[in-house]
């Protein structure tokens, strides 16, 4: 079915041949991956965050929030462009644990969630862009070298 819409659909309709659809998929789908990973890789794929193991039940020894806490790095939170542009997805903790909550109230809630945090000592990771995707490819370097991953601690 997608393949019908994406390719099929295309070749058949338009002038350009399935070379040239079949080459401008390919480059659509490289594209929004990069995309993707760097607006939502840098979150989850960081050295600063936790990768808990279940136990022998399958259970985790923590709340559900501080797994999206411990699971999740925010870049430039505050940021009105990249709230706007990503969708709230550069304050994903925030995302996470709201997911009801529309993006453009991120703005308003961030400072209650940092005091929050801070008063159920609960680490928020917040930082830059640039220090996010440091970090990032600080993970896949481990990854790249089956290093443990002991999530590095994070100072704020």
Request: proline share 6%; aromatic share 14%.
């Amino acid at each position: 079915f997608y393949i019908g819409y994406m390719i099929l659909l295309p070749v058949y309709l338009l002038p350009f041949g399935w070379t040239n659809v079949l080459l401008v998929f390919l480059l659509n789908h490289f594209m929004i991956s990069i995309l993707f990973v760097g607006v939502l890789g840098v979150s989850h794929l960081s050295d600063y965050v936790a990768h808990p193991e279940p136990d022998q039940h399958g259970k985790l020894n923590m709340s559900w929030p501080k797994l999206q806490m411990c699971t999740s790095v925010d870049y430039n939170p505050g940021s009105l462009f990249l709230n706007w542009t990503l969708g709230g997805f550069n304050a994903h903790a925030l995302h996470h644990l709201l997911p009801n909550i529309c993006h453009v109230h991120y703005l308003k809630i961030l400072p209650i969630f940092r005091e929050v945090a801070l008063k159920h000592g609960v680490v928020y990771m917040e930082m830059s862009y640039p220090e996010s995707l440091a970090s990032h490819f600080r993970f896949l370097k481990k990854m790249g070298r089956n290093v443990q991953l002991k999530p590095v601690s994070y100072a704020g």
